[in-house]
T-cell receptor
């Protein structure tokens, strides 16, 4: 069964540093998403991406965040100047249309 | 009022019992509805979509009540492996991409 692959599975970074979370969506999918889930809280939408541009973004997705599809396979989330409250699980998802298939997530810990 | 509300539980249910939980949504323009399952520290996985006519998949039955703005999930003959958090997810009509997530209902099946 096709999978969405995320790397790394766990990232520890110092406050103020930049991190890049990587995702390889399912190959024939056209829509890409990032979500985050702070421990014990609900899943929150960050951004969706289609046709090489952002389709929608939430209030959480401010100037600190950016997404890129640098090549035909990867989809990245960059978080600049990380804060303690950015610590969360970050899930990538992709879809042909409609709901997405989720990757196993990257646990980001900001110390 | 929260956009998507669920009883957080936990629901403690003996193996073999039937359990049901509801999810209410506030936006009457909501178009698509889903139940996801999330195991501890894992990614959400689509359990089933919820259609206007209701749908059934083995021991699982999902219903939609548009008039009262809620969806339900019924699990029959519950198994130990059904223990998880069940997330209600809603997609609104003017947004093709953004999914609104409930905080989840925790289900614990006891032997």
């Amino acid at each position: 069964e096709p999978e969405v692959t995320q790397t790394p599975s766990h990232q520890v970074t110092q406050m103020g540093q930049e991190v890049i979370l990587r995702c390889v969506p399912i190959s024939n999918h056209l829509y890409f998403y990032w979500y985050r889930q702070i421990l014990g809280q609900k899943v929150e939408f960050l951004v969706s991406f289609y046709n090489n541009e952002i389709s929608e973004k939430s209030e959480i997705f401010d100037d600190q965040f950016s997404v890129e599809r640098p090549d035909g396979s990867n989809f990245t989330l960059k978080i600049r100047s990380t804060k303690l409250e950015d610590s969360a699980m970050y899930f990538c998802a992709s879809s042909a249309q409609g709901v997405g298939t989720f990757g196993s997530g990257t646990r980001l810990t900001v110390v | 009022r929260k956009e998507v509300e669920q009883d957080p539980g936990p629901f403690n249910v003996p193996e073999g019992a039937t359990v049901a939980f509801n999810c209410t949504y506030s936006n009457s323009a909501s178009q698509s509805f889903f139940w996801y399952r999330q195991d501890c520290r894992k990614e959400p996985k689509l359990l089933m979509s919820v259609y206007s006519s209701g749908n059934e998949d083995g021991r699982f039955t999902a219903q939609l009540n548009r008039a009262s703005q809620y969806i339900s999930l019924l699990i029959r003959d519950s198994k130990l492996s059904d223990s998880a958090t069940y997330l209600c997810v809603v997609n609104i009509v003017d947004s093709n991409y953004q999914l609104i997530w409930g905080a989840g209902t925790k289900l614990i099946i006891k032997p």
